[in-house]
């Protein structure tokens, strides 16, 4: 891999890196959700001239409202931003004005657990006319390696009214041509021991001037930009952050299964195994994965393995661990009632916590929802507390149409379920006023009580 020193950069090329570096660049940001309006802040913040992008017009409204639709992103932000120059569009033509342009799509799973990459091909489509010669494209959405080559750069060049073509076969053009690369976004929502600066920014351009320009981009904002060879490397070093997440998560939702069975507390194995100063790094069991990224992002490899034949044994194995959880729960309260002579058809259950972990407005692929509607098929009235949704609209296959029930008269519940361990609930409290808890999270770690099921 050439290192900075020795990427040739075209004149068009210098005027961009020059901009970049003096943060007089304007930057444009395409999807505003819990990845791209962050960033654009970050970027308004360090003195860019930055335009978010969306096709939602609410949240377009919102921000130029001077409004925040995220619980963790304050008002005073989004004001402070706007005061940077910061403004949000629907107008994709107003792309044309931009230095660089990053992709910040979702990227989910169709029906058949496969990639849906139809968000990315959709504004690959829409950005394409308004590409304008030396302009940075960078695609920051999870995928599989290959999407930025195979997908991205096709569809840009192909709707491109100018007839621009990405830069590449090592020719530094000096005109002609746009830059394309692959950064991957590694935010860790509701973790408050990092930084979100001090989170290195993995960059893989399409050659190494795309390299150079995005990682001299990402250097105005993040403390360090770690550069790779192409963006398929790029592109796979994300996967691999989520897999070993994800792999690693099920081995221990698979120990905790059995140490259930010997009557070990699995929580109390892995801190007494975390105190190992080397070698060994804690995961913590659950009721299930939930969140945009760990449960869907492998699937994108395992998906495109099955072009070169091969079978991620080590993917699929963690995924059928981890999707059995919720209905692990659910047999835990059916056999936790039953110990009270209570049975499941009938019972009042209240689940603590919708967000798929604790302290976040994100309901995304929680897998309280799948619990919720597997107590409800057999028979249980389910409501709800979670402080960060007053109410659920949609689950995962029925309209819930809940709101949060309040946290008062514990004891008329049969059963109280944990399902997120939020920071803000009185544990001690809600074992003291309740029948029954389930605890699937280890929340009353410390509190005994005859009445608390842990599973
Ligand atoms: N949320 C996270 O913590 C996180 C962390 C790392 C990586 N990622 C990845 O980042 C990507 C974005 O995730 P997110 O959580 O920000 O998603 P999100 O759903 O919160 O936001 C996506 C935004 O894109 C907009 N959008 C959709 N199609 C569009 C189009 N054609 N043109 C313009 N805007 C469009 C949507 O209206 C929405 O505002 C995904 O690939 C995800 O896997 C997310």
């Not at 960078?138 to 192909?158: C, D, I, K, Q, R």
């Not at 600066?197 to 990682?215: F, S």
């Not at 946290?407 to 544990?427: A, E, K, P, Q, S």
Request: proline share 5%; hydrophobic share 40%.
């Amino acid at each position: 891999m050439l290192n900075s020193s020795q990427v040739v950069l075209p004149q068009i090329a210098r005027q961009r890196l020059a901009r970049l570096q003096a943060r007089s660049a304007r930057i444009g940001v395409i999807g505003l959700g819990y990845v791209g309006l962050p960033l654009s802040l970050l970027l308004a913040q360090a003195g860019f001239k930055v335009t978010g992008f969306d096709i939602d017009a609410r949240k377009v409204e919102e921000l130029q409202a001077g409004r925040s639709y995220i619980l963790r992103i304050l008002h005073a932000e989004i004001e402070g931003a706007r005061r940077q120059g910061f403004t949000a569009t629907t107008d994709f033509s107003r792309l044309a004005d931009q230095d660089a342009i990053l992709l910040c799509v979702p990227t989910p799973l169709n029906e058949h657990h496969e990639p849906d990459l139809s968000f990315v091909e959709n504004t690959a489509k829409a950005a394409a006319p308004w590409v304008r010669e030396g302009q940075l494209v960078v695609l920051e959405s999870t995928t599989y390696p290959g999407t930025t080559e195979e997908l991205l750069v096709p569809l840009l060049e192909a709707g491109n009214t100018q007839g621009l073509k990405v830069q590449g076969n090592g020719v530094p053009a000096e005109s002609g041509v746009f830059y394309v690369a692959f950064s991957p976004e590694r935010e860790d929502p509701g973790n408050v021991t990092v930084a979100r600066r001090d989170i290195p920014k993995v960059v893989g351009g399409h050659e190494a001037i795309a390299t150079e320009l995005a990682a001299t981009l990402y250097e105005g904002i993040f403390a360090r930009a770690v550069r790779v060879s192409s963006t398929r490397v790029a592109e796979m070093t994300k996967l691999l952050e989520n897999i070993y997440r994800c792999v690693n998560i099920a081995l221990v939702n698979e120990l905790k299964l059995l140490s259930l069975r010997m009557g070990v507390d699995i929580w109390e194995v892995i801190d007494a195994a975390a105190t190992k100063p080397f070698g060994f790094q804690p995961f913590y069991p659950g009721p299930g994965l939930g969140g945009h990224c760990i449960p869907i992002d492998p699937f994108y490899l395992s998906w495109k393995a099955r072009e070169y034949d091969f079978n991620t044994r080590f993917i699929e194995l963690a995924g059928e661990v981890n999707e059995a959880m919720p209905a692990h729960v659910v047999q835990y309260v059916a056999i936790a009632l039953n110990q009270h002579k209570k049975s499941m058809n009938g019972a009042r259950i209240l689940m603590l916590g919708m967000a798929y972990k604790k302290d976040i407005d994100d309901l995304r692929e929680s897998p309280s929802l799948t619990v919720i509607e597997l107590l409800r098929e057999l028979g249980a009235e389910v409501v709800y507390n979670d402080p960060y949704f007053p109410t659920v609209g949609r689950g995962r296959h029925y309209n819930l149409n809940m709101s949060s029930t309040p946290l008062t008269n514990l004891d008329r519940f049969d059963c109280v379920l944990i399902m997120t361990d939020h920071t803000d609930y009185d544990y001690r409290a809600i074992v003291n006023e309740s029948k029954l808890i389930v605890d699937t999270r280890n929340a009353t770690k410390g509190i005994a009580s005859e009445k608390i099921v842990r599973c």
